[in-house]
């Protein structure tokens, strides 16, 4: 019987073309020390009894050894690319595990979770028919014999990686076991005292069913979040089980589902972390929770509401490193990367960001306050929530229970001797003109508007009431931006445009674009990753000329094209060209 060695694989790369002679010689001489180095990192982790030990694979070995592909200019040999070639080398279906597009019941309940950690064996599908299993060895038919003996049907096989399959194993398992445990003890009460905001969460090794189930599942699905990078978790319950689905490059996934007596000490776990009223299940709540994970601090915004089967949680998670990048890194042409930052130089007026909501204001606005963050400025925000904690601003979150409105909050600022206001959102006409008065004073406030483009903005502050002439005197620039989906890299295509879009997009040439066909990747989605697409409008004399009580939206957008304004849909329209986006994002975005 043939067998999955280190020999077998190295061979099969060197004829592929992936290892040179040397390296091969290389691989099949230190083949050994590097198995023994991985034996001892896997013997570092099992500090905990009945742990069940997984063999060290042959492509966990070769890639351990941190190899040059050759003639790759710095590409390694990675776990999944020494098992696709394997895998196309033997015959058989390679297959990179996405978690999102696996059913717990199938994976779970079909083989015991000793038996798949033993043979490297995950069930991905069963239907048809038939069986569809992982594995990481295809030459051992020991666990092949033993499913199709219990289910008595069809398998087939398909290599995975050993991490691949073990990451499965470890979140749908555990996962599963607390659900089951919690279901068991639904009714039973959970962790009441624990009222800390700071949690840190556990490693996925250290969760343990003997801790409480309940807390087991939250950590579970924060974890997978994480690992997803989801921007925001759903928890939402239905007539007989709730649903937890994530966002993730702005498109919701659907993730797990969990029985329905689960669902409301779940919500409960998620308000006492978040220091909520976990009595108060009939008005909406509003809570944070702030945790480290993987070397960095996430902040977590907490909502409920009660909807007809029970309460909705959002969870929307702040990743700092999300929110704050720098400034040409957020999608920025040129010509409105230099227009912005000369905005940023100002000592005093206003700058508006507009665009609905998850169009990225929040991290347009973060970065620049993280630019112009010094020991010498006073910055002071004011939000309806406050977005994520820094230490660096002074931050201020709205609270109109008590009074404690953008208008109020503002008034009282600009006793505080500030530099740099940011105000959440202009809403109403006391703040507006409360911001205008900031700026006429000396001081230079941020602010957002929810208008579809940078010319409304204006009609925006007459409408709200603001004479003209106070508008002339304060308002620096206007940024309008939306979020686009990047093309996924590893499986973009090109086409050509057809008439009928070449002339919705009034483009005179006929030309090339790109899209994603779909790969393990980016989900088979087409698309990983989201850009910023700008439209910035500098208040120039031309518009502070012809502004008045009474001006057009037509005449201010026919000014400020007169000064170079590029926008929404001509800046998409760019990106689309470049092969950063598609034209479907461009019509859905613009």
Request: charged content about 25%.
């Amino acid at each position: 019987m043939k067998s999955l060695t280190v020999e077998f694989i190295a061979r099969v790369l060197f004829t592929r073309g992936l290892i040179n002679k040397r390296q091969l010689e290389d691989i099949l001489l230190n083949q050994e020390t590097a198995k023994k180095r991985l034996h001892k990192l896997q013997e570092k982790t099992l500090h905990r009894p009945h742990q069940i030990t997984s063999p060290i694979t042959p492509a966990e070995i070769i890639s351990s050894m941190n190899i040059e592909i050759a003639h790759s200019k710095g590409k390694f040999l990675t776990e999944d690319i020494i098992t696709e070639i394997t895998a196309e080398a033997i015959g058989i279906e390679y297959k990179k595990i996405d978690p999102l597009k696996l059913d717990m019941d199938t994976v779970t309940n079909i083989l015991p979770k000793p038996f798949a950690i033993k043979h490297l064996v995950v069930c991905l599908e069963k239907g048809d028919g038939q069986i569809t299993i992982a594995v990481c060895d295809p030459f051992d038919n020991e666990p092949v014999e033993a499913i199709k003996r219990l289910q008595k049907t069809n398998v087939k096989v398909v290599m995975s990686s050993k991490t691949d399959i073990l990451k499965t194993i470890r979140e749908f398992y555990g996962f599963r076991k607390s659900l089951t445990a919690a279901e068991a003890e639904a009714l039973k009460t959970t962790d009441l005292w624990n009222l800390e905001q700071y949690i840190r969460l556990r490693g996925e090794g250290e969760i343990e069913a003997t801790d409480q189930h309940i807390v087991n599942a939250v950590e579970y699905i924060l974890h997978y979040a994480y690992d997803q990078r989801a921007s925001d978790i759903h928890i939402e319950p239905k007539r007989d089980k709730s649903f937890v689905r994530f966002r993730i490059d702005g498109i919701l996934h659907n993730v797990y589902t969990i029985p329905k007596p689960i669902h409301p000490p779940v919500v409960s776990r998620i308000k006492m972390l978040s220091r909520m009223d976990i009595a108060e299940k009939r008005k909406p709540q509003d809570g944070r929770i702030k945790t480290h994970y993987k070397g960095k601090d996430i902040e977590l915004r907490v909502s409920t509401i009660p909807v007809a089967f029970g309460e909705k949680v959002v969870i929307r998670i702040f990743d700092p490193e999300v929110l704050f990048q720098e400034l040409d890194q957020l999608g920025f042409y040129p010509r409105e990367y230099q227009l912005y930052n000369s905005f940023l130089r100002r000592s005093n007026g206003i700058i508006l960001v507009t665009g609905p909501t998850g169009s990225g204001k929040t991290t347009t606005l973060y970065s620049s306050l993280k630019v112009l963050s010094s020991p010498e400025v006073n910055i002071i925000t004011i939000e309806d929530p406050v977005e994520m904690v820094v230490e660096e601003f002074n931050q201020i979150g709205v609270q109109p229970a008590i009074g404690l409105t953008f208008a109020n909050i503002l008034r009282s600022v600009l006793r505080q001797d500030p530099d740099i206001i940011m105000v959440g959102e202009i809403r109403d006409r006391e703040t507006a003109e409360n911001a205008v008065q900031a700026a006429l004073t000396g001081h230079l406030v941020l602010s957002t508007l929810h208008t579809n483009d940078a010319p409304s903005s204006i009609i925006r502050l007459l409408d709200l009431g603001i004479p003209a002439f106070l508008i002339s005197s304060t308002v620096i620039g206007i940024v309008a931006q939306r979020l686009v989906r990047k093309i996924c890299p590893f499986c973009k295509k090109s086409r050509s445009l057809t008439d009928e879009e070449r002339e919705y997009l009034q483009l005179d040439e006929n030309l090339t674009v790109y899209y994603g066909e779909g790969c393990r990747e980016c989900r088979g989605t087409g698309y990983k990753g989201r850009t910023g697409i700008f439209e910035v409008m500098d208040f120039s004399d031309r518009i502070r000329t012809l502004l008045s009580d009474r001006i057009t939206l037509n005449t201010l957008y026919k000014a400020a094209k007169a000064d170079g304004l590029v926008n929404l849909r001509e800046v998409a329209i760019k990106k689309m060209i470049e092969g950063i986006t598609t034209y479907e994002e461009v019509i859905a975005v613009t």
